[in-house]
């Protein structure tokens, strides 16, 4: 088994046991009798509301490349997602270029940089939601320093995508000079894949397009924000309007962290931290967490297992497919 595998599950497992230390469990299950099952209801379809517009906002991307239809965009974006939730590592972002390459005319490197993009747009709503959360609450000094961390990141990230860009000449000769170290062969390849690479990013040249792509991303994370709420309330917890918005920050600084699959233990851990904040205590805080997760994870899977027939994949059909890329192009 893979070393970062048995790295990630150890880790997990480390988690777990802090997320569970020190709470009666009986207590924590008697929790979830509390739950308002219309609240629940709510919370699906919120989830697959969201996954319609990831789906439908990865089309606009890709459609200087290709215009594709709804349908294969949800059914790969689904499947996509399984892969994400079920493969260590966020190997499973791999899953969607491919799929999406072989079923179109894209080439799996330009495809993949628009994945690229969507981590992007993604990375600058999450900065948008740490600045609204700033504006009401100060937030933990690590909440702080990660945040500071990951926007420079980001904004670094974002030059580097415009500089190969609109430099395109200038970046390619740079890089090339660096892959001149490598073997002839494999730099000729890398140079062709970058090219087609940087295809992916197109979308971002046309001003009006990049600003709709800019609100379909922040309506997808507002509603990210509303199913903590309706789940916040399915429990009958009365916090501020912006626990929502702390809890989706601190959650997603905890699922960056490589543990095991579906993010079990991390997810938990960060569900807990972010509602001591407003003072809910640990075993209302775990329950939450357990059925919050279960929930998420369940609809991501349901979802990907309904379309993965139509999507079969696996990772040596990625390395064919990457290995096909570089001898046609």
Same mark, same amino acid.
């Given at each position: ?8 599950? *150890?880790?997990s497992l480390i988690l777990v046991y802090l997320s569970i230390r020190g709470v009666d469990i009986n207590n924590a299950l008697n929790n979830l009798k509390k ?21 439908y906002r990865w089309g606009v991307i890709l459609s200087p490349l290709q215009k594709i239809d709804q349908l294969s965009l949800f059914s790969v974006t689904s ?6 939730? @079920? ?21 799996? !490197? ?25 504006? =009401?609450?100060?937030?933990? +000094?690590?909440?702080?320093? &990660? ?36 073997? @002839? ?21 046309? *001003? ?6 800019? =609100?379909? !991303? ?15 309330l399915a429990f009958g917890f009365t916090l501020p309007f912006i626990a929502p918005f702390v809890l989706m920050i601190i959650l997603i600084a905890g699922i ?19 509602? &001591? ?16 997760? =279960? ?10 297992? +309904? ?6 994949? !696996?990772?040596?059909? +990625? ?6 890329? !570089?001898?046609?192009?």
């Amino acid at each position: 088994m893979n070393k970062k595998i048995i790295i990630g599950i *150890l880790l997990s497992l480390i988690l777990v046991y802090l997320s569970i230390r020190g709470v009666d469990i009986n207590n924590a299950l008697n929790n979830l009798k509390k739950i308002k099952p219309s609240f629940i209801a709510a919370f699906i379809a919120a989830i697959l509301i969201m996954q319609f517009l990831r789906s439908y906002r990865w089309g606009v991307i890709l459609s200087p490349l290709q215009k594709i239809d709804q349908l294969s965009l949800f059914s790969v974006t689904s499947v996509g997602f399984l892969a994400v939730v @079920g493969i260590p590592a966020r190997l499973g972002e791999l899953a969607r270029p491919y799929l999406i390459a072989q079923k179109n005319n894209i080439k799996f !490197s330009s495809a993949f940089g628009t994945i690229i993009i969507e981590r992007v747009l993604d990375g600058f709503a999450v900065i948008s939601i740490i600045i609204i959360a700033l504006s =009401f609450m100060d937030l933990p +000094i690590w909440v702080m320093r &990660s945040s500071i961390l990951f926007f420079l990141l980001m904004f670094i990230f974002f030059l580097f995508i415009i500089i190969l860009i609109w430099r395109r000449k200038n970046a390619i000769n740079i890089i090339n000079r660096i892959l001149s170290k490598l073997p @002839g062969k494999m730099a000729n390849k890398f140079d062709k894949i970058i090219h087609n690479f940087i295809d992916g990013f197109v979308i971002i040249t046309d *001003l009006k397009m990049l600003f709709y792509l800019i =609100f379909l !991303s922040a309506i997808i994370w507002f509603i990210d924000v509303m199913a903590i709420h309706i789940m916040l309330l399915a429990f009958g917890f009365t916090l501020p309007f912006i626990a929502p918005f702390v809890l989706m920050i601190i959650l997603i600084a905890g699922i960056a962290v490589p543990t095991a699959p579906g993010f079990i233990g991390n997810w938990h851990i960060a569900c807990i931290l972010g509602l &001591s904040i407003f003072g809910v205590q640990k075993p209302e805080a775990l329950s939450f967490a357990v059925v919050y997760h =279960f929930l998420s994870i369940s609809l991501i899977v349901a979802l990907g297992v +309904i379309f993965l027939p139509f999507n079969k994949f !696996s990772f040596s059909d +990625i390395k064919k497919q990457l290995d096909k890329a !570089s001898a046609n192009n």
